[in-house]
């Protein structure tokens, strides 16, 4: 069973920064992606940013271009999600997922109905 334990959320004022930690346990060696979603209260949930483990290329969605930046680290057990200039509309939970599904398109790759391996979430507030 894979194991994914999100970090690093929490409260802060519009235009601040917080980065957000995935770490990995258990998972299995066909894991190719992993992807940081956000769900605020009564909206869907949304892929913000996808990375894809072995070829260390990513992809950022339109709405926190330029503001997000996703990341790994050497070990590829830990997923990084840097956040700057955070608005009060990147209020939500931030959920990190892993799939082993080879996606053709980074537009496949930030669908949260094809990952199969969540963790619980982390809450980021942004206050105006």
């Known amino acids: 069973q894979v194991h994914l334990v999100e970090s690093g959320g929490g409260s802060v004022q519009a235009g601040g920064s917080l980065r957000l930690s995935c770490a990995a346990s258990?998972?299995?060696?066909?894991?190719?992606?992993m992807a940081w979603f956000r769900q605020a209260p009564e909206k869907e949930r949304e892929g913000v940013a996808v990375?894809?483990?072995?070829?260390?290329?990513?992809y950022v969605a339109e709405a926190v271009s330029g503001r997000f930046t996703i990341s790994q680290d050497n070990k590829k057990t830990t997923v990084y999600l840097q956040m700057a200039s955070l608005k009060p509309e990147d209020t939500a939970m931030y959920y990190c997922?892993?799939?082993?599904?080879?996606?053709?398109?980074?537009?496949?790759?930030?669908?949260?109905?094809?990952?199969?391996?969540w963790g619980q979430g982390t809450q980021v507030t942004v206050s105006s």
């Open positions: 990375i894809n483990i072995v070829g260390n290329t990513a």
């Open positions: 258990r998972v299995p060696y066909s894991r190719k992606f």
């Open positions: 997922a892993a799939s082993s599904t080879p996606f053709g398109t980074w537009r496949m790759a930030l669908l949260p109905g094809e990952y199969s391996y």
